[in-house]
Nanobody, 115 residues
Framework: QVQLVESGGGLVQPGGSLKLSCAAS????????MGWYRQAPGKERELVAT????????YALGSVKGRFTISRDNAKSTLYLQMNSLKPEDTAVYYC????????WGQGTQVIVSS
């Protein structure tokens, strides 16, 4: 069993930054794939980025490349998403996930980008 708890969301002005965290129960060193999805109001959940336990990253959304950075600290069992130059279209609930036999999800953290 893996439990995931996100934090770090909030209200930010366009151009601002936020850093999301996802704390996992137990040691995540054996969890190969972790990542972030987001779901905007009225839209389907979409993959943002993934990272392997070796640190290989993939950004699924062209709109976040160069602005978002996914990382993980296996010693702290924590996944991160650094979001810079935020835009109103980044407004969504952000969910972390871990693929370990099955897919585990966090409860989500709200990000609102608005002036």
């Amino acid at each position: 069993q893996v439990q995931l708890v996100e934090s770090g969301g909030g209200l930010v002005q366009p151009g601002g930054s936020l850093k999301l965290s996802c704390a996992a129960s137990g040691n995540i060193v054996n969890i190969n794939f972790m990542g972030w999805y987001r779901q905007a109001p009225g839209k389907e959940r979409e993959l943002v980025a993934t990272i392997t336990n070796g640190g290989t990253t993939t950004y699924a959304l062209g709109s976040v490349k160069g602005r978002f950075t996914i990382s993980r600290d296996n010693a702290k069992s924590t996944l991160y998403l650094q979001m810079n130059s935020l835009k109103p279209e980044d407004t969504a609930v952000y969910y972390c996930y871990a693929s370990y036999g099955r897919v585990y999800w966090g409860q989500g953290t709200q990000v609102i980008v608005s002036s």
